[in-house]
């Protein structure tokens, strides 16, 4: 049965993508096609007609649409609170300069594919976060899970609540072991980092009280809740004016002729060279919470559009403003020098300078993370956060894991970023737009639910007949744009994945 749009449904402008204005021909269907529109009254602009799956799987009353959309409700549901523009440029720079930005010099011998590879990888990222983003404008979601939670249990019905739980549930673990994997890989590359170091100073192994220490000290500042407290705001802005600083001593260095690369993550594993370090770069995860949390209120239809495009201005400037800043290192990598001696002052700061970004990137992937589930009872009798202690416990021994363990975890951690950010978007555009049923825009010709009469047709400049061109207009204007995402999508995002899964899948056999 049709519904009428109200204010807390979706807007019709976001639901025309690649859908013809069209009318309900079926002979069930109670507005049965005329030649001419019918004069209603003012409340019967447009009407929605969600798919079969919709009404099957998601019947929710009036009450629970009021308070799904109610503004305070969508503001307490954020997954990251109301950010300034600056708070959400920061987010969206930060990852760009870290683990991979930092292994870049590492294995490039021709400048020409270096900056392919670089300005390749900028571009796609550019283009997956657009996705990311123009999906959850779409389906009015704040995070990934909620999108890939639309998209597998679209057809599960409501009825089967355990089964669609479990989905959930295993969501949110894949995300959040990402980004255990993640802070482990860091915190473990800030240890190869300055280990040789200690080892000049102190005779004996430290690498178990460096772990301990470098763990300890960011356990400091990774304790909030959220990314809006300020020494997690501050120890982001840090990270990325020390991997400036640790660029340009790099740069310095290669200059003065005793350059010399920091030893990080001494377990690279089989996937790990130039390319990948690139594309590793380049890989985000916050993209959706964060453009919900830009404006820090639903969307109204007046803000709408400007919201969205200072969004999508903020991500390629940043994205623009991470490739000038890994620039250096990959011109200064295609031309190596002899390397200089690691007692040199120059080198020993260039060892500290490079674990110190990756040591500052952790509390903001730990914050981000859901805490490790704790029961009631050992809640009201400890003070203590126990969830985010024991997620950083399992930060800590995961990176002292042994190299042939470490190297298998920096894999699937590789694997599981790229597939996040590259193919992960295309696939979940593809499944929406061209396997689910697009939501219909029609004109009605009768009210529902009341008797039929005769209405005498509608003068040529009605408003339904006016809105009904609107929409036409709105839906040619759009048209160009959703061709150029979806080109992007089958000629770029996708093949460019499934290539690059051929390969590692090659990689971790051994047959290339």
Avoid at 139 to 144: A, N
């Amino acid at each position: 049965m049709a519904q009428a749009i109200s204010s807390n449904r979706r807007s019709s402008f976001d639901s025309l993508a690649g859908s013809p204005i069209t009318s309900p021909t079926s002979p069930a269907s109670p507005y049965s096609p005329i030649d001419s529109i019918s004069v209603l009254d003012s409340s019967s602009a447009l009407v929605l007609l969600p798919s079969q799956d919709d009404e099957d799987s998601f019947e929710f009353s009036s009450d629970e649409e009021h308070d799904e959309h109610d503004p305070q409700l969508e503001i307490a549901k954020l997954a990251i609170p109301p950010l300034p523009a600056v708070s959400v440029f920061l987010y969206l720079l930060a990852p760009y300069l870290r683990l991979g930005a930092i292994l870049v010099p590492n294995g490039i011998t021709s400048l020409k594919f270096g900056l392919v590879n670089l300005f390749v990888a900028a571009a796609l990222s550019v283009f997956s976060r657009n996705l990311w983003f123009l999906l959850a404008r779409y389906l009015r979601k704040s995070t990934v899970e909620d999108i890939f939670f639309e998209v597998i249990a679209k057809g599960i019905s409501r009825a089967k609540r355990r089964r669609r739980e479990r989905i959930r549930r295993l969501l949110f673990c894949v995300t959040g072991s990402l980004r255990i994997l993640m802070t482990s890989m860091y915190l473990r590359a800030s240890v190869d980092s300055i280990y040789p170091l200690l080892l000049e100073v102190l005779p004996v192994q430290t690498r178990l009280i460096a772990t301990l220490a470098l763990g300890l000290l960011i356990s400091v500042v990774s304790f909030p809740k959220s990314l809006a407290a300020k020494q997690v705001i501050c120890t982001t802005w840090l990270s990325i004016i020390l991997y400036t600083v640790w660029s340009a001593a790099a740069l310095y260095n290669h200059m003065a002729g005793t350059a010399m690369p920091s030893p990080v993550l001494v377990q690279h594993g089989v996937l790990w060279n130039s390319t990948t370090s690139i594309a590793f770069a380049f890989a985000t995860s916050l993209t959706v919470p964060l453009s919900a949390s830009l404006a820090g209120r639903p969307s109204t239809l007046s803000n709408k559009t400007g919201r969205g495009t200072y969004f999508q201005t903020l991500s390629i400037l940043s994205t623009i403003i991470a490739t000038l800043l890994i620039l250096p290192s990959i011109l200064t990598a295609s031309s190596p020098n002899v390397p200089g001696a690691l007692s040199d002052t120059r080198n020993i700061l260039l060892h500290v300078l490079g674990s110190s970004p990756l040591l500052l990137s952790i509390p903001t992937v730990l914050v981000s993370t859901p805490p490790l589930p704790v029961p009631l009872a050992v809640r009201r009798v400890c003070k203590l956060d126990l969830g985010k202690t024991a997620l950083i416990l399992v930060v800590v021994l995961l990176s002292l894991a042994p190299t042939s363990m470490a190297a298998s975890l920096n894999d699937l951690t590789l694997l599981l970023a790229l597939g996040g950010t590259y193919f992960l978007p295309a696939w979940a555009h593809v499944t929406i737009h061209y396997f689910r049923r697009p939501i219909s825009i029609v004109i009605p010709h009768s009210v529902p639910n009341t008797p039929q009469t005769v209405h005498s047709p509608s003068p040529p400049h009605s408003p339904d007949a006016l809105l009904q061109r609107k929409e036409r207009l709105l839906q040619r204007r759009r048209l160009g744009r959703r061709v150029l995402w979806d080109v992007g999508v089958w000629l770029l995002l996708l093949p460019i994945s499934v290539f690059g899964m051929v390969w590692a899948g090659g990689r971790l056999v051994g047959k290339w």
